[in-house]
Structures are given as C-alpha cells and as structure tokens.
C-alpha cells in the first residue's frame, strides 16, 4: 500500500459528461501529480500541484482541469468526455521538498467513455 | 522535446535468467526512478538514483546511474515468474518540477 489514495477505482460515464476523480496524497506529501495511462501505453504528466498551487503543466487537455485543496487531496476534473478520455488515470504524491523527489503512485482511476 | 527511451520494448525470458535494461535520455538527468508496474496496478517504486556512478541493490534488482548523467541501467538477476510487469524509468522533467516517463519495458517470464 503507497499511502495515496483514489477515487473511485473505476468510472463509466458517456461521451460529452463530466467527471471527477479523487485522489488523497501519502501523510505529510504537499506535491500530488496527475498523470495519464492510455491502454499499452507509457505514463503521460498533466498536472502537478505544491502545497495548493499550481507547480508544472503537461501535455493536460484545456477540457482538463485539476487543484489541491488546503487538506492537500485533489481532485482531477475531466468534461466534454470523448471517446479518447478512456484511460487509467494515476495521481502520485512526493514530499515534503518542493523539488521532484521519489513520488508515490495511487492503484489509479479506470476510466471508461461510452 | 524531452524523450526517454527504454530497450528493449518488450523481452521474453526463462525463469532463472538475468535480464538487463537500460534507458537513455535527451538531456542530462540528476535523479533516476525505477518503477514497476503490474497490469491494471499503479507504478512502484523499485530503486531511487541521485549520483552519476552510482550502482544501488534491493534484492535481485540492480540499478546505475551511467556517467554521463544520460543513461541508467536495470539489471534482474535469477528471474522468477512474479517478475512481470512494466519497467519504468523515469526522471526529472524540464522545468524539474514534474517526473517524465520513458516507454516502459514489458517482461514476461516463462515458467
């Protein structure tokens, strides 16, 4: 068990919805990642937050929106779903440094788009 | 842009063999990350490398920071079937502020 957790573990949801997607981080980690898993496919870096703010973008969709909340869960909010959005969604926690350091993954968010 | 390249793509082995990996990167890394990663299971951390040369161990698992600070090697000894999974390098991004993912290595291990 890494101490991160999501949820839910897995979504179904229809083209053009909207979801959110919960992630708590490890005790004491004040950066939480977000990164996407297509199927067979290598891990892709969204969005990372600091302690509440904003700290590095990535290649995260402008239908994709993310932000840490003062207890330092986040939430990962993705709408106008399309078919293309079904994915494993991972969050990972690092910390307490604001440098990258070893980060520590969730079991992820399946996300499937019908 | 930043790339991460892992060979092989995919390896299959007997139980019992060593198996070697390696990763190479565009740019110079100061950290490199080792992850596993078993189907449907988010990614672990193996093995944490902060000094070019530097060679560290957990179990049968192997790992180095190369010299020249853009590559780093994964070395299984004496394979076993639990073995299988993804193999995750991963480094600092640009802007170091995010971890990058290479390709991933698949191994399967044939009992």
């Known amino acids: 068990d890494s101490g991160v957790t999501q949820t839910p573990k897995h979504l179904i949801t229809a083209t053009g919805q909207r979801v959110t997607l919960r992630c708590s981080p490890r005790s004491g980690d004040l950066s939480v990642y977000w990164y996407q898993q297509s199927l067979d496919q290598g891990l892709q870096f969204l969005i990372q937050y600091y302690n509440g703010e904003e700290r590095a973008k990535g290649n995260i969709l402008e239908r994709f929106s993310a932000q840490q909340f003062p207890d330092l869960h986040s939430e990962l909010n993705l709408s106008s779903l399309e078919l293309g959005d079904s994915a494993l969604y991972f969050c990972?926690?690092?910390?307490?440094?604001?440098?990258?350091?070893?980060?520590?993954f969730g079991q992820g968010t399946r996300l499937t788009v019908v | 842009g930043q790339q991460l390249n892992q060979s092989p793509q995919s390896m299959f082995i007997q139980e019992g063999e060593d198996v070697s990996m390696n990763c190479t990167s565009s740019?110079?890394?100061?950290?490199w990350l080792w992850y596993k990663q078993d189907p449907g299971e988010g990614p672990v951390l193996l093995i944490a490398l902060y000094k070019a040369g530097e060679l560290t161990s957990n179990g049968r698992l192997t790992a180095q920071f190369g010299i020249t600070r853009k590559d780093s090697f994964l070395n299984i000894s004496a394979s076993i079937p639990s073995d299988v999974g993804i193999y995750f390098c991963?480094?600092?991004?640009?802007?170091?502020?995010?971890?990058?993912f290479g390709t991933g290595t698949r191994l399967t291990v044939i009992p």
């Open positions: 990972a926690s690092s910390g307490p440094g604001s440098m990258n350091t070893e980060a520590f």
């Open positions: 740019s110079i890394f100061n950290t």
């Open positions: 991963a480094g600092p991004g640009t802007g170091a502020n995010n971890l990058f």
